[in-house]
């Protein structure tokens, strides 16, 4: 696509009221077919969200050497995980894909993403996107994490491509907050509201800094106390956050909503801002 190509393409997207962005505690593969309280929550969040020309979904699970952009024109459904029942391995999320848009972003980020043809959507984003947007019939793509890249890039890089929310673009990203698989309490894997002490003063810190937009500790979270550190092992799952909040302009406000701790370890608070 040229120089040429994308400026056509860029021009011939109309300007619509700026899109919400979305930030989904995903947890289990499982919550693709169960129904529980969380998956109520998002079903009944769809019926109040504009429809989108596309969506950008950034996952935990697409961790990547290097920023990617997925290209494909119809990607496929990654079953990206294992040991769970054979009905979950018979989901599939037939979204089409947006090349041009997947251009386009490359573009904007000015070299610094690439595009996959490979990667489809993985179980971070269809299993969130199939309460969303049922019917499959909005443009997918995803935007991988560069593990290579700080906290603040990251944060950076969502910025630049903020202009895209008032060209009907919805972003979601898909992770957890609180997310420490080891140390999950598995007695109390599915009671809503379970969670150590230090996942319930983890959630609370981070639920204030959103809300009152305060990105910056959340930037520099490992430098937040035990709490935060035990919270945010690894940032994979964490890193969606920070794209949403990237995303974020200055007159949105930040509503939280599943926002339970379950399995002791494991939040699933999920963020709207619009």
């Known amino acids: 696509m040229t120089l040429h190509e994308l400026k056509n393409f860029t ?21 693709a077919i169960d129904d529980n309280v969380f998956v109520r929550s998002i079903q009944a969040l769809s019926n109040s969200l504009p429809v ?7 996952s935990a699970h697409w961790y990547t050497q290097g920023t990617q952009v997925t290209a494909a024109s119809s990607p496929t459904t990654n ?25 386009h972003i490359v573009h904007m980020l000015s070299g610094e993403a690439h595009l996959d043809e490979q990667w489809g959507l993985d179980h971070g984003a269809w299993s ?42 919805l972003f979601v990203g898909s992770g957890n907050i609180v997310h420490n698989l080891r140390k999950l ?31 910056n500790p959340l930037l520099e979270y490992q430098q937040q106390g035990e709490a935060i550190r035990s919270a945010v092992p690894t940032p ?25 701790l379950v399995g002791g370890s494991l939040s699933m608070t999920s963020v709207l801002l619009s």
């Open 236 to 260: 994979e799952h964490f890193l969606p956050l920070i794209y949403t909040l990237g995303l974020r302009s200055t007159t949105d406000h930040a509503h939280l909503f599943n926002d339970a």
């Open 52 to 58: 989108p020309r596309a969506i950008v979904c950034i």
């Open 11 to 31: 021009d011939a997207l109309p300007n619509t009221a700026a899109m919400p962005v979305l930030f989904l505690g995903h947890g289990s593969p499982m919550n």
């Open 128 to 169: 969130m996107l199939t309460h969303l947007y049922p019917l499959a019939n909005v443009p997918v793509i995803q935007l991988s994490i560069d593990y290579t890249k700080a906290t603040e890039q990251h944060f950076e890089l969502a910025r630049q491509l903020s202009s895209l929310r008032k060209k009907g673009v």
């Open 185 to 215: 309490d598995w007695n109390n894997i599915n009671t809503v509201g379970a969670g150590w002490e230090w996942a319930q003063e983890a959630q609370a810190l981070t639920n204030k800094w959103i809300v009152e937009g305060n990105v």
């Open 79 to 103: 079953h990206d995980f294992y040991g769970f029942p054979e009905e979950l391995f018979k989901v599939q999320y037939p979204a089409p894909g947006e090349p041009h848009l997947a251009n």
